[in-house]
């Protein structure tokens, strides 16, 4: 998968074409349905009150500061990556703060991808979110998330060793190095 996924990358920018999109044209990849289905990361963001005065949010650099990648599938584009920008956006048009045919510019991919592909990018993007971005600070949920997404391999003692995870994170490839990046307690990780 390394292999696959480092040509992906190193050919994606001629790969991407910048284009308008409408909102609601975008749907979420079945792969990031099925995670979700596993552990939904939204459901463990703080809750907080919705009602944001129309001109407080800027909508249009939201999408282009957390960019959503997708790809054409039948009248449709499937989104891989911007999964929070996309729940933003779609509670704006909920909320009447921004009208139901309002367009974004959205990355889009000149070709499917392969699942394999597919399911790198998503994971990618969420990983690097929950850990980079640290919207999440509970290790138990941590914990939860990451163990959800990634399988372990078989023979390996977590899933900071499987393939998968090395091929984003080669150096977190314990438990304690995940901790120690993410200034938490091992114990619950």
């Not at 282009?64 to 048009?93: D, E, M, N, V, W």
């Not at 941590?142 to 984003?168: M, N, P």
Request: hydrophobic share 40%; charged share 25%.
């Amino acid at each position: 998968m390394k292999d696959e996924i480092l040509r992906f990358d190193a050919t994606l920018l001629d790969n991407v074409e910048l284009t308008r999109v409408a909102i609601n044209e975008l749907r979420s990849d079945d792969i990031i349905e099925d995670l979700f289905n596993q552990a939904n990361p939204q459901s463990g963001l703080r809750t907080s009150s919705q009602t944001i005065d129309k001109s407080a949010y800027l909508f249009n650099l939201l999408s282009l500061q957390s960019p959503i990648i997708c790809y054409r599938y039948r009248k449709q584009y499937k989104a891989l990556t911007g999964t929070f920008t996309l729940t933003k956006l779609r509670c704006a048009i909920a909320q009447h703060q921004l009208p139901e045919d309002h367009s974004i510019f959205v990355l889009v991919m000149k070709k499917k991808p392969s699942s394999n592909i597919k399911r790198a990018i998503i994971l990618f993007d969420l990983t690097n979110d929950l850990l980079s971005k640290c919207f999440i600070s509970d290790t138990k949920k941590i914990s939860f998330y990451l163990r959800s997404w990634f399988k372990k391999d078989e023979g390996k003692r977590s899933i900071y060793q499987s393939e998968e995870w090395l091929t984003f994170f080669p150096g977190l490839n314990s438990a304690e190095k995940v901790a120690n990046y993410l200034s938490i307690s091992k114990a619950d990780l």
